[in-house]
């Protein structure tokens, strides 16, 4: 356990100490299960990468979270985000998810990272449509590269978004793509090299 900018004071008891927190950084630990965050109310950032977490269930009392790294561990499904309403930026780069949704309750989410999901041969990367609608009057970064998206329609939900990278995903053709061309106005920056129809230079054409 550890904290950025702070340390435990020579008197202070380990409760205090840990009740104040707002950095907790536990990557490369190994860890299967997180029990104890209950015990860190005050995290605002937890560095939670590089481990062997299978389920997202021990963060309901972390409601002040704004930053959440949990890249490379082996969750298959989005959960127990319910109570983290501040929550900006989450990273679930590196994991086993074939299906974004969950995330309903997080409307001031600003970044979301599910890059290179570890998928079987025939599966893919799908958003739900109810899932994007909910954060999609303030997500501004997707990055979903290398992740098997086949189907990006449902990220026209995403009204406010800035950055989409689907590079080396599965888009076929670019009409898949014309939805979310049309209704995410604020788009800056898209990239889709790799996807299919990008391969084919007469995509340029339609």
Excluded: W
């Excluded at 605002?44 to 309901?60: S, T």
């Excluded at 490379?72 to 086993?96: A, C, W």
């Excluded at 920056?189 to 996807?195: P, Y």
């Amino acid at each position: 356990v550890s904290k950025s900018d702070s340390r435990r004071g020579l008197n202070e008891s380990m409760e205090n100490y840990l009740a104040r927190l707002t950095h907790l950084t536990l990557n490369e630990k190994n860890i299967g299960r997180v029990d104890m965050l209950v015990m860190t109310p005050g995290v605002r950032v937890l560095y939670l990468y590089d481990n062997v977490i299978r389920r997202m269930n021990a963060f309901d009392s972390l409601t002040k979270l704004t930053h959440l790294y949990l890249q490379n561990n082996l969750i298959e499904r989005i959960t127990g985000l319910e109570r983290l309403t501040n929550l900006t930026k989450l990273y679930l780069d590196g994991n086993r998810i074939s299906y974004v949704d969950g995330l309903e309750r997080c409307q001031r989410l600003e970044e979301l990272h599910v890059s290179g999901q570890r998928l079987g041969r025939d599966e893919e990367l799908r958003f739900s449509p109810a899932c994007m609608e909910a954060v999609g009057t303030n997500l501004m970064v997707l990055n979903a590269a290398g992740s098997k998206v086949r189907d990006p329609k449902p990220l026209m939900e995403l009204l406010t978004l800035r950055r989409l990278n689907l590079e080396k995903c599965k888009v076929e053709s670019i009409r898949d793509i014309e939805p979310v061309l049309m209704n995410c106005r604020h788009l800056q920056e898209l990239d889709v090299r790799g996807c299919p129809f990008a391969k084919n230079p007469k995509h340029r054409e339609h």
